[in-house]
């Protein structure tokens, strides 16, 4: 059996759980959560995506029919890095709703987005290989300005400090403009650090 998943109308209403599958091919409203890692040196957390090999959420994904989007962050988070994160300590910072229609795909869905900061230097994850090839960290005030169009690139780092040598992109998906996806959210962290 497919997922049932958390699904709602397009004024953010609760109705009945519907397959995943389902969903997908025909444009039902659903939740999903993506939480933010960042710590108190100002560096934010990216998982890099096996599929795609590019720089995406810490983590994120569909809320189910059981779940709150604040259960599916802390369970995307264990699944996808192998780290338990204290729901009392994530901060919802918005709720995003985002379209994209295509002829095999229509995703219609409300991103609840939560910001939790680690330790500095957190360096303990475990990923699910399947999904998650890494965890890159980028200063937010650096890929800010990425966003904004200041810089060109920015300094990325593995969970050692160490700098690599070949930037990793921001997986956006058709349709997507990267200072719409990710630019408020970079916002809200560097704003933690004043």
């Known amino acids: 059996m497919s997922e049932m998943l958390s699904c709602c109308d ?4 609760c109705i009945e759980s519907v ?10 409203w ?14 934010v957390y990216f998982q890099v ?4 090999d590019k720089l995406y959420t810490s983590a994120s994904g569909h809320v189910m029919h059981n779940e709150t989007p604040k259960q599916t962050a802390k369970r995307e988070a264990f699944e996808e890095l192998g780290i338990n994160l204290d729901t009392d300590n ?25 910001l939790y900061k680690l330790p500095a ?23 800010l ?3 904004l169009g200041n810089k060109q690139t920015c300094n990325q780092y593995d969970l050692n400090n160490n700098l690599l040598q070949n930037n990793k992109e921001i997986l956006l998906m058709p349709g997507e403009i990267g200072v719409l996806k990710y630019g408020r959210i970079m916002q809200a962290i560097v704003k933690k650090q004043i």
């Open 10 to 13: 397009e004024n953010l209403c």
């Open 19 to 28: 397959e995943r599958d389902v969903v997908h091919k025909t444009g039902v």
């Open 30 to 43: 659903h939740k999903t959560a993506h939480v933010w890692l960042y710590d108190a040196e100002g560096y």
């Open 49 to 52: 995506r096996t599929d795609a």
């Open 90 to 114: 994530m901060e919802l910072i918005e709720i995003d709703a985002w379209k994209f229609d295509s002829d095999t795909k229509h995703d219609h869905a409300f991103s609840h987005i939560y």
């Open 121 to 143: 230097n957190h360096n303990e994850f475990n990923v699910d290989k399947n999904e998650v090839s890494g965890v890159v960290k980028i200063k937010a005030t650096e890929i």
């Open 145 to 147: 300005d990425v966003l």
